[in-house]
């Protein structure tokens, strides 16, 4: 069955949805010039080495290396705790809960958890229930410093000493910068295991590094598949026609969708709960990635659009209220499964009442899916522009077209709009207020 994910982007048409917030043919036609501009940017970067990670699917060595590593530790751990924060626990972890289960819900690997907090409730209670003899923790900062995973790493330490002493060491890896680096020098000095993080690549765009590729060989996921299904997706992504590009095609929607009708906020909305992981991972990477204040000359823009997240059918019952009779400042970007692997048929217990037989015989998958349809339309209606990802089944090779087109749709925006999508200036200066508040 093919796999591949395809884009429907018609209830964005100004025919479709109105002028209020729909794009019509000549505002496109009038960006095309600066859309292929920009695609000429994106090549003459990725020959200058600036985005390596369109290049990552097709590294066979270090998928290999983290393939055979996994596969060692399989009979040794029972549980994998990754000690990350942002790009290093969001890619991970949406990895995780898309297939790391099979259709009876079991992993299908270790035990994956992804603390990805500082709360010292729930770090406790984790730690407090897992067998530290059969856990496996993943480490995972390029610098070392990163505040939040460096204390867990301190506390996951001194418990590991006191339970196991030297053999403490077996039961770390580290991923982190390839030369430089706090943690890299501590995996030098205790001889630590450790995987690399290209350097050119940031966190948000690390899920198909060891980052995002070690832990879902543990868990069991076919990391092969996934990079198979990123590299059609790099592919494809790569073609200079603007509008048969799915990831152009998306970057230049929300970017005329923001910049000349008003439309802020962009909300990514799976009906599938094994796809909502995806909408945690899009929000940082759309958000780090292009919410600047200045320009690449220099010039105050305070651009961004806001990603948000909601669930199908769960929040028709809280959002969709505002999404269909609130402002103007939305667009809606479906994700629709069309084979959701398992099936419940509902049965006609009640033929005696009509409210309850009416829905005997049909499915669930049915049901989910002629909801989301259902919205779409409703939301067509009312005027609020929307599109659609459709997956033929969730699965790594679909799962991983996706990642790499959002991917290649960011950094599409960053050169259409002259902004640097690869920095984020605004956290660090968090970082250095927390040190400084901590007395450092």
């Avoid at 407090?128 to 204390?151: C, I, M, Q, W």
């Avoid at 948000?204 to 995002?212: D, E, I, K, Q, W």
């Avoid at 398992?342 to 669930?364: A, C, K, M, Q």
Wanted: net charge negative.
């Amino acid at each position: 069955m093919n796999t591949k994910v395809t884009w429907d982007f018609s209830n964005l048409d100004s025919a479709r949805v109105g002028d209020r917030a729909g794009l019509n043919g000549d505002l496109i036609n009038s960006a095309l010039p600066k859309a292929r501009a920009a695609h000429e940017d994106l090549v003459k970067q990725r020959k200058e080495g600036k985005l390596p990670f369109y290049d990552l699917p097709t590294l066979a060595d270090m998928i290999a290396e983290v393939s055979d590593y996994a596969a060692d530790q399989r009979s040794r751990f029972d549980d994998v705790v990754i000690l990350g924060i942002g790009g290093s626990s969001l890619g991970p972890a949406a990895l995780q809960i898309a297939l790391g289960r099979n259709a009876a819900g079991k992993p299908t690997g270790l035990r994956l958890h992804f603390p990805d907090n500082v709360d010292p409730f729930e770090f406790d209670a984790l730690l407090g229930h897992l067998d530290l003899e059969r856990t496996l923790f993943n480490v995972v900062t390029k610098s070392g410093g990163t505040p939040e995973t460096a204390t867990q790493y301190l506390i996951v330490r001194e418990r590991l000493q006191h339970k196991l002493k030297d053999r403490y060491r077996d039961h770390l890896v580290f991923t982190t910068d390839p030369e430089k680096g706090l943690l890299r020098q501590l995996a030098r000095d205790e001889k630590i295991r450790a995987f690399d993080i290209d350097p050119g690549i940031g966190g948000r765009f690390s899920v198909l590094t060891p980052v995002g590729l070690l832990p879902a060989a543990l868990g069991g996921i076919d990391i092969k598949a996934l990079c198979s299904g990123a590299q059609a997706a790099a592919a494809e992504c790569s073609a200079a026609d603007v509008l048969s590009n799915p990831a152009y095609r998306f970057g230049l929607s929300m970017c005329l969708l923001r910049d000349q009708k008003s439309v802020g906020t962009v909300i990514m909305m799976p009906y599938c709960n094994r796809l909502l992981g995806m909408a945690d991972w899009f929000r940082q990477l759309w958000a780090e990635s292009l919410g600047k204040k200045v320009n690449l000359k220099g010039e105050e823009v305070y651009w961004g659009q806001t990603p948000e997240k909601a669930l199908g059918a769960t929040d028709q019952h809280s959002m969709v209220q505002l999404y269909m009779e609130g402002p103007f400042d939305k667009v809606i970007c479906f994700m629709e499964v069309q084979d959701h692997g398992v099936d419940i048929v509902i049965p006609r217990s009640y033929p005696d009442i009509p409210e309850l037989n009416f829905w005997g015989g049909h499915t669930l998958a049915e049901l989910i899916n002629v909801e989301k349809k259902a919205t779409e339309e409703a939301l067509r209606q009312a005027g609020k522009p929307s599109l659609t990802a459709i997956f033929p089944r969730v699965d790594a090779y679909s799962v991983g077209q996706f990642l790499m087109t959002l991917e290649i749709a960011t950094v599409f925006v960053g050169s259409f709009v002259g902004i640097d999508p690869l920095d984020q200036p605004g956290v660090e200066l968090g970082k250095v207020l927390t040190r400084q508040r901590m007395g450092g």
